[in-house]
């Protein structure tokens, strides 16, 4: 178990810098990024708008736990500060898949069960995995398919910020 998905947020700060951050401590991991979305916040909508990403992750080394603690290292790294549930934050990593784990431990829900209705994950991922799967919910095409065309419209392609350096 070694290729995981990972999906990076930030709106608060240099939300910019703060997904950077992210892609940077994972350079040695990194196979795919994929573009800068900005997108309207979900959840709790009184926050201001949100940078989303997605990337694929692979170490031979690391299993699902490895990839959470890298995950909140990061988060930690960009001066994350826990306040409300889906609230405004610097940094947020979340693990969507590693590899096709299963897991109901609270500290670490795989797939992460927000996915199948997150256009914010699904639309970066679709681009850099075409073919991509979410175990137990079926090909990421359908599910974005199956997204409400209100949450796909909160979801902008930024061309002109990238994470590649
Ligand atoms: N797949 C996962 N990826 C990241 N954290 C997870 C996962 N499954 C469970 N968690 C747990 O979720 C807890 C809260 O995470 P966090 O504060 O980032 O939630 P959130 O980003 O506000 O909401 P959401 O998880 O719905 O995006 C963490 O303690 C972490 O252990
Ligand atoms: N657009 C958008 N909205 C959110 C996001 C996010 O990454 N993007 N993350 C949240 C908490 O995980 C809450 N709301």
């Not at 892609?23 to 009184?46: M, N, Q, R």
């Not at 990403?53 to 826990?82: C, I, S, Y």
């Not at 199948?116 to 699904?122: N, S």
């Amino acid at each position: 178990m070694t290729r995981a998905v990972l999906s990076i947020g930030s709106n608060l700060g240099d939300r910019l810098a703060n997904l950077r951050l992210a892609t940077t401590g994972l350079a040695d991991s990194l196979v795919a990024t994929s573009p800068v979305y900005e997108t309207k916040a979900w959840g709790v909508t009184d926050q201001p708008d949100f940078l989303n990403a997605v990337v694929v992750v692979d170490d031979p080394d690391a299993d699902e736990w490895t990839w959470l603690h890298r995950a909140q290292t990061l988060e930690g790294e960009a001066g994350r500060v826990r306040t409300r549930h889906w609230g405004p934050r610097t940094l947020d990593v979340d693990v969507v898949t590693v590899d096709g784990v299963t897991s109901d431990h609270p500290d670490l829900l795989l797939p992460h069960p927000g996915t199948p209705e997150r256009a914010t994950v699904l639309i970066p991922w679709l681009t850099i995995d075409p073919a991509a799967v979410l175990p137990g919910h079926g090909p990421v095409t359908s599910l974005v398919d199956a997204l409400p065309a209100d949450a796909v419209a909160d979801v902008h392609l930024r061309p002109d910020l990238s994470l590649a350096r």
